[in-house]
């Protein structure tokens, strides 16, 4: 018995080509599902995937169609709606509340008191839905290919296979994606003949043919994502040919919900494919040519068939269809039967089509021509290969009878639509929002035109109200892995010393792009080792530029609004960033190298904009300037406290006294062997070099001042202590401490703009913005309190800023930040409140306002 | 959602090897009313547009095209 499925602690036979559906229904499961909020049965209705009723958990997947997926030996399958069980659902009370339950019942009766939508709400979501997330299942993860082809074709029946085997015939690149096996879904053999010889010939011409790939979405380009069972397609095509086929009519009537109703296509398909009839007698309601050979293939697989013409008033029935009440010529006529089958039309599947907006979408077959012949079918997909297309053939709507589902999947009956639009929802599109009709696995597959229609035939719509919702992917059910595809790979950039980091215990944590220890385990005593004695610190992820050529001088000085002209070889300034706006984007240091050549070190997080900004102004000057991005190939030590340079020396003959190296000046020297350019700077307020070196000597280095350091008590220190120790001098972090729109004067930073210089970026609109004066600015603070980030600034009880850093400092002794404050014409409020707190507005910088501890 | 972008010196690349860098704009304006039109405010017409692209992912040079901000499709020779 090794081909059995599991199913409900039951074993189902899986005979050759079923599908889930097909094996279950043999064995005589007639309730797939209960509907989403009245928990009425649902089985198996359209069997081509349009549906929800078949919805049922695949080993551990919830939500999967059972008549589109392959019945396989092994596979667990079970029904998850329905509590306790689908067969036996006492939820299903709600369906006989129905009538009291208008649209948006719960939560316009649990909305007082406020409190009962805590406890209301957790009923309801477990009363309604119809499977449970597998959780704690690692997601897979799923590679994304982008694939590109002169024509897609979406759907491998006739049409499709004929727009293929045409299209390859003159050389084009073509890619035919069907959601099943081709051939599947038909169940007569002419059909599936003509597929198999259309398959073949597209293979011969070169055609490649991809099943079981689902095109869920048509975006422009156009642009097809394409869901494959073990990845996803990014499909750029010159020219898409939807050749999607088309769904039966779905017909409003009571019952038409019941187990037991079909469209005629799922029931001769589960009849003359699977061999399993629907039932003992069907009533078979048709307006089509196909009724006839439906009726044929019933009768074939045992079933006694009495075929009608006339419309359904009403399906009757508990567990399942009963009898069936159908309006004909005659009159009103009622039959006895346990299978309804109906064959009164097509929806074309023309989801994609509609998400098209370039003129290389075309349709082909059923979707623009519903219920055409196998020849027109074929003779349609030639012409679209050809890029000629029919406009769309309107496909009759299936007149509503007194009530039913409109909406399978959403569980919105006619009823409740015209309730809703009794409460004013005039329009498909906000009948669609307010009782989610189109809303679910199905996307409007089987309900989308009635909607329109139901808006479109009231009186007093408008004409627009009726038209059909807007189509947006997803086309066809995904799952959410399905749309990560690609996108669990994390770029994380790493300095040669993050090894060396882990190994003395640095907490890693993401600053930006890169990874960055936070601490070394004590903030404080970092702190204290920068003020007191040395700290190391891996900074190599500053953005450095090398900028050489003949114009490498005018273009710093016509972009930077501090004077480059004139520096000296071997001095450094520092530098702010401003847009043409006038507003800050980046600021570092910039330093004179001798030759014409300067190297730009400007923050870790802007080193892209800044490379496309300074290409930029080349380009668009003109100028002969050569712009190296050495933010990779070199790293960086900040080696800062007031003993820095006797580590220094320890380790070099070159001179770094005060003499031959002061503050803001830079050499190249040889540390430890290696080669580096050190600058003297001075962010964290103490002496500092900083060494920049090739990526590859870091750890050798590092270890070396590590060593020669360890007398004067050296400490490796991270991002934490850096943001106290850079507070405690006023520097600002660009992004936390600024907003997108702040000038210089803003910020406090206008000596860092050289007034008499004649042009630079940004200089025209810092005119006009420093004659109005600042609404708002940065200001330093010294909070009587705990500090704390991001808690508002207020005066008299009136919220007048923000406060956007904040630490306790033990060298200045008090808790000090730097906040937003908002002015009245240039006056700012000086008493003021850091949430409870009370706050002192102060100079910056609060450690060492001379400098003096860098000029050493 | 797609959308090649010709480079001259890589051929026709996908848009996601680029960053947008928004209207092409002159560099500078003879008066302070010209630099505030210049700089502020951007025309964002339906229709064809100039623009500069940058190829981040690619040669890391500049690209000016124009493109038709009405059906995303680049002019051919704009």
């Excluded at chain 1, 190994?503 to 702190?527: C, K, N, Q, Y």
């Excluded at chain 1, 004067?745 to 600042?774: N, T």
Aim: net charge neutral; with cysteine.
């Amino acid at each position: 018995m090794g081909d059995d499925l599991r199913f409900e602690g039951t074993r189902v036979a899986v005979e050759a080509g079923d599908t889930v559906a097909s094996a279950l229904y043999r064995s005589g499961v007639r309730t797939f599902t209960r509907s989403l909020k009245y928990h009425r049965r649902r089985g198996p209705y359209c069997l081509t995937g349009d549906c929800p009723n078949c919805l049922v958990n695949v080993d551990g997947e919830p939500g999967v169609r059972a008549c589109t997926t392959v019945a396989s030996p092994g596979q667990v399958v079970r029904r998850e709606a329905g509590w306790p069980s689908p067969d036996h659902d006492l939820l299903n009370v709600t369906d006989h509340l129905h009538p009291l339950m208008p649209v948006s019942f719960y939560s316009k009766t649990f909305i007082r008191p406020r409190s009962a939508w805590r406890w209301a709400e957790r009923v309801i979501r477990r009363a309604t839905g119809i499977g449970r997330l597998p959780m704690g299942r690692a997601p897979r993860l799923r590679p994304a290919t982008t694939l590109h082809a002169d024509v897609l074709v979406v759907g491998g029946g006739v049409a499709g296979l004929a727009a293929a085997a045409e299209a390859a015939s003159d050389g084009r690149r073509v890619v035919v994606v069907d959601e099943g096996r081709l051939g599947e879904k038909p169940w007569d053999p002419v059909t599936i003949e003509r597929i198999e010889s259309l398959a073949a010939s597209a293979r011969a011409a070169g055609a490649e043919i991809l099943e079981r790939h689902t095109a869920v979405g048509l975006y422009e380009g156009p642009f097809v994502p394409v869901v494959g069972p073990d990845e996803t397609l990014h499909v750029e095509a010159g020219r898409v040919i939807a050749a999607t086929g088309a769904v039966e009519a779905h017909a409003v009537f009571p019952g038409n919900d019941l187990p037991g109703v079909f469209l005629a296509r799922g029931a001769a398909r589960l009849a003359g494919r699977h061999g399993v009839a629907p039932g003992r007698r069907a009533a078979l309601v048709t307006t089509t040519d196909e009724g006839a050979s439906t009726a044929s293939v019933l009768r074939d697989a045992g079933m006694e068939v009495e075929a009608i013409e006339g419309s359904v008033v009403a399906a009757e029935g508990r567990r399942r269809v009963r009898a069936v009440v159908v309006d004909t010529v005659t009159g009103p006529r009622r039959i006895a039967c346990d299978t309804l089958v109906l064959s009164l039309g097509w929806a074309p599947r023309d989801a994609l089509l509609r998400m098209g907006t370039d003129d290389e979408v075309l349709g082909a077959g059923d979707v623009v021509i519903p219920g055409c012949s196998i020849e027109a079918a074929e003779e349609s997909g030639r012409r679209a290969a050809r890029g000629q297309t029919d406009p769309p053939v309107d496909a009759p709507i299936v007149p509503f009878a007194s009530d039913g589902y409109v909406c399978l999947c959403e569980d919105v009956s006619l009823h409740d639509l015209e309730r809703s639009w009794a409460e004013g929802w005039r329009s498909s599109e906000i009948l669609k929002r307010y009782t989610t009709t189109t809303m679910g696995p199905c996307q409007g597959a089987v309900c989308g035109r009635l909607l329109a229609s139901f808006a479109g035939a009231r009186a007093d719509a408008v004409a627009t109200r009726g038209t059909r919702t807007t189509a947006r992917p997803p086309a066809r059910p995904l799952a959410l892995e399905d749309l990560a595809a690609g996108v669990d790979e994390v770029i994380e950039r790493r300095t040669s010393l993050h090894e060396r980091h882990l190994e003395l215990g640095g907490r890693p944590i993401h600053s930006g792009a890169w990874m960055r220890p936070s601490t070394f385990g004590d903030v404080r005593e970092e702190i204290r080792s920068v003020r007191e004695r040395v700290g190391l610190m891996d900074v190599g992820t500053l953005a450095k530029f090398l900028v050489a050529g003949r114009d490498a001088e005018e273009l710093l000085d016509r972009i930077l609004p501090t004077r480059v002209r004139g520096l000296a070889p071997g001095r450094s300034r520092y530098a702010i960033v401003l847009s043409e706006a006038g507003y800050v984007v980046d600021d570092g240091l910039i330093a004179a190298l001798g030759d014409g050549r300067f190297f730009l070190c400007t923050t870790s997080g802007g080193a892209a904009s800044m490379e496309a900004w300074l290409r930029d102004r080349i380009d668009r000057w003109a100028l002969h300037a050569h712009l190296l991005d050495q933010t990779s190939e070199l790293g960086a030590i900040l080696v800062a406290g007031p003993t820095a340079r006797s580590v220094l020396e320890r380790l070099t003959e070159d001179d770094v006294s005060a003499t031959t190296l002061p503050h803001m000046a830079h050499a190249r020297i040889t540390v430890a062997g290696v080669r580096c350019r050190a600058l003297r700077v001075g962010f964290v307020g103490e002496l500092g070099f900083e060494l920049h070196h090739p990526r590859s000597r870091g750890p050798e280095l590092y270890d070396a001042l590590l060593e020669a350091g360890r007398t004067e008590g050296v400490q490796p220190f991270g991002l934490d202590a850096l943001d106290v120790l850079r507070l405690e001098k006023g520097h600002i972090y660009l992004g936390q401490d600024t907003l997108p729109d702040d000038h210089p004067e803003k910020l406090g930073l206008s000596w860092a703009v050289d007034g008499d210089k004649e042009d630079f970026v940004g200089k025209h609109a810092l005119e006009r913005m420093f004659a109005i004066p600042p609404e708002r600015k940065l200001v330093g603070l010294r909070i009587e309190g705990a500090p704390a980030r991001g808690i508002p600034l207020s005066s008299g009880g009136r919220v007048v800023g923000r406060v956007t850093s904040a630490a306790r400092s033990d060298a200045v002794g008090a808790t000090v930040g730097l906040g937003w404050l908002r002015g009245n014409d240039g006056t700012f409020p000086t008493d003021l409140r850091a949430g409870d707190a009370v706050a002192r507005v102060v100079p910056t910088p609060f450690y060492d306002p001379e400098g003096e501890r860098l000029r050493v | 959602m797609s959308l090649a972008i010709p480079c001259p010196r890589c051929g026709p690349r996908p848009f996601e090897e680029f960053s947008f860098g928004g209207e092409l704009r002159a560099l500078s304006s003879p008066d302070a009313e010209g630099d505030f039109v210049r700089v502020y405010l951007r025309e964002n017409a339906p229709g064809p547009q100039a623009e500069r692209w940058f190829h981040a992912y690619g040669c890391r040079r500049w690209v000016t095209v124009v493109r038709d901000t009405a059906t995303n499709r680049i002019v051919p020779g704009g």
